[in-house]
């Protein structure tokens, strides 16, 4: 399994690096208060990975704690009963 997360991982960087060599053009990203320049490559990228983190946040909040906080409560009222019955 290790193999093959390093093999994903490669791959993306991969295609991270060719992205980026095939965009070199300027880009202005104007923030309101600054103006970053980079190429446009590494904006896209940097874009992308934004994108991915803030989607991975939002599943996170949205599924993963309401899960965990269900599972911790069962686990207490599981506690209970089996101190109650035993």
Same mark, same amino acid.
């Given at each position: 399994? &290790?193999?093959?997360? +390093?093999?994903? /991982? %490669?791959?993306?960087?991969?295609?991270?690096?060719?992205v980026g060599?095939?965009?070199?053009?300027a880009?202005?990203i104007? #923030?309101? #208060?600054r $103006?970053?320049?980079?190429? %446009? !490559? $590494?904006g896209? %990228?940097?874009?992308? +990975? =934004?994108g991915? %983190? =803030?989607? !991975? =946040?939002? $599943?996170?909040?949205?599924?993963v +704690?309401?899960? &965990?906080?269900? =599972?911790?409560? *069962? &686990?207490? *009222? !599981?506690?209970?009963?089996n /101190?109650?019955?035993a």
């Open positions: 399994m &290790r193999v093959i997360r +390093l093999l994903i /991982a %490669l791959l993306c960087l991969a295609v991270g690096i060719v060599a095939l965009n070199p053009q880009a202005h104007d #923030f309101g #208060f $103006v970053v320049t980079t190429t %446009l !490559g $590494v896209l %990228l940097v874009t992308l +990975l =934004l991915a %983190l =803030l989607g !991975g =946040l939002a $599943v996170t909040a949205g599924v +704690l309401p899960l &965990r906080q269900r =599972l911790r409560t *069962s &686990r207490k *009222s !599981g506690a209970t009963h /101190a109650d019955g």
